[in-house]
């Protein structure tokens, strides 16, 4: 597996994940009101990256996974969903999106 900074790792991630940000995915003019969040962590055998937003989770293709399994040098990439809701007429404060866990290949 290719190691890299936080901050370069971070930096794929909001390339990647471009499309969630937002309205007009081909023109990107209109920024979304309600912006994703991505969480990247190092850890000794495995980076940790987590993309959330409130509402909805953002997308999780084939074709950003692949991004990302080229950018690590690596096919060993699981996925663990969450969702915690929030207010219970609205929603507001919700949390909706996955982690994913980047390994070597074994």
């Not at 309205?23 to 495995?46: A, G």
Request: net charge negative; with cysteine; proline share 2%.
């Amino acid at each position: 597996m290719k190691t890299h900074t936080k901050a370069k790792i971070l930096e794929k991630v909001l390339e990647i994940w471009d499309d969630a940000r937002f309205y007009d995915e081909d023109t990107k003019k209109s920024l979304r009101v309600n912006q994703p969040e991505f969480k990247v962590e190092i850890l000794k055998n495995c980076v940790e990256i987590e993309v959330s937003n409130m509402y909805e989770s953002p997308s999780l293709s084939f074709d950003k996974l692949s991004q990302l399994s080229e950018f690590f040098g690596t096919r060993n990439i699981s996925d663990s969903k969450f969702s915690n809701s929030g207010c219970e007429t609205c929603d507001y404060g919700s949390s909706y999106g996955f982690t994913l866990y980047v390994r070597n290949d074994k």
